[in-house]
């Protein structure tokens, strides 16, 4: 080997570890990925940095970060035992289970009466729905199944055009004071209920 070429692997070797640093990347990274990669190498050496100053204090930074994580997923799970319960209330409400006794229009006026007297409006709502349409039912004009939803029976109920345009608004009012969390109170119930106590007229077999 000439001393040429000795001088010229040198210089290739320390051409080659210069542009080997980070700082030399010329690949394009995406933006968001950059920069989560940017916040995550700056959080590490920070809390490197904070152990390194102050290990003490870290250690009861890492106990208060665990309660805290702790206390999340405890709240979390608090939220999803709250909505699994009120999800059975409603079901209660809608109706019995197939293996129950059939329940009549009656027995849902008083359900939905004793849901009122205990502030339960909008399981209120639900139980007089029920009611309705079991009394639809008996009349023909819609054939009641525990599987269909409100929404289901305004388009085969066979009302008059003004009582089928009053059926639908009262399934609207249902829909958004028992599953669109609108305000529901003592005015709105007695409203709905007046609204479908109404006499209902069933179009000419």
Not at 138 to 165: I, N, Q
Request: net charge negative; proline share 6%.
């Amino acid at each position: 080997m000439t001393p040429q070429d000795i001088v010229q692997d040198t210089l290739r070797a320390v051409i080659d570890s210069v542009f080997a640093d980070p700082v030399y990347d010329w690949v394009e990274r995406p933006a968001v990925l950059g920069w989560l990669a940017d916040g995550w190498r700056w959080l590490t050496t920070a809390l490197q940095r904070f152990q390194d100053a102050n290990p003490g204090l870290f250690s009861w930074f890492q106990v208060v970060l665990v309660g805290v994580l702790a206390l999340i997923v405890l709240h979390g799970v608090w939220v999803m035992v709250r909505a699994t319960r009120a999800a059975s209330d409603r079901e209660r409400a809608v109706g019995p289970s197939p293996s129950e006794a059939p329940r009549t229009t009656v027995w849902y006026q008083d359900h939905a009466d004793a849901l009122a007297n205990q502030g339960r409006f909008a399981e209120a709502l639900l139980a007089a729905f029920q009611a309705l349409i079991l009394d639809f039912d008996r009349r023909g004009m819609v054939h009641y199944h525990p599987s269909k939803t409100p929404r289901e029976y305004t388009g085969e109920a066979t009302l008059t055009s003004a009582d089928r345009e009053r059926f639908g608004a009262l399934v609207g009012m249902l829909y958004g004071y028992v599953f669109g969390h609108q305000p529901c109170g003592d005015p709105e119930y007695r409203h709905w209920l007046a609204t479908a106590s109404e006499r209902w007229h069933a179009t000419p077999a």
